[in-house]
């Protein structure tokens, strides 16, 4: 695995979580444990939902941990320039409809398309990597090609 880009306030907030996921452990376990005293374990419904959160926690847990050494922590108040990079704020026209939108390009542990940030490697974030202001993009997605121009190309600082 390469390395994954993520902003310095993106890391504080995965540490967060898997700090909360850990201080969790000992309720699921002591959930796991009650339940099982109650008896019969075919029919115990607490003892299997405990048993299913622990599993969904733990791997939760693996994954962050997996991920965490992989992370190129990034400082988003140092960026700037004309090129689009990771951090940038970018706003686009889809050339056929004249719609505009805009993205910040992150780190596929922050993005959240509703808030407008997609992942640096998305189909998007692929396509705009290195483009301009004044620069034409076709991106390739499920629905098909779409062509974009790109209008401005911002860094804002740290997302919140």
Do not use: C, W
């Amino acid at each position: 695995m390469s390395t994954i880009p993520i902003s310095k306030e993106g890391f504080a907030k995965v540490k967060r979580e898997l700090d909360a996921l850990k201080r969790e452990r000992p309720a699921v376990i002591k959930a796991i444990k009650e339940a099982r005293e109650e008896g019969d374990l075919k029919e115990n419904g607490g003892y299997h939902a405990a048993r299913e959160r622990q599993g969904m926690m733990e791997a939760k847990i693996n994954y962050i941990e997996s991920r965490i050494p992989h992370f190129n922590i990034i400082d988003l108040a140092t960026l700037g320039g004309p090129k689009i990079i990771f951090g940038a704020t970018v706003e686009l026209e889809d050339i056929d409809s004249g719609d505009s939108k805009i993205y910040t390009i992150m780190g596929p542990d922050e993005s959240d398309f509703k808030k407008g940030i997609i992942s640096i490697e998305s189909p998007v974030g692929q396509a705009l990597l290195g483009k301009e202001e004044g620069d034409e993009v076709v991106v390739t997605t499920p629905r098909g090609q779409i062509e974009y121009g790109i209008l401005s190309v911002k860094f804002k600082g740290p997302i919140s």
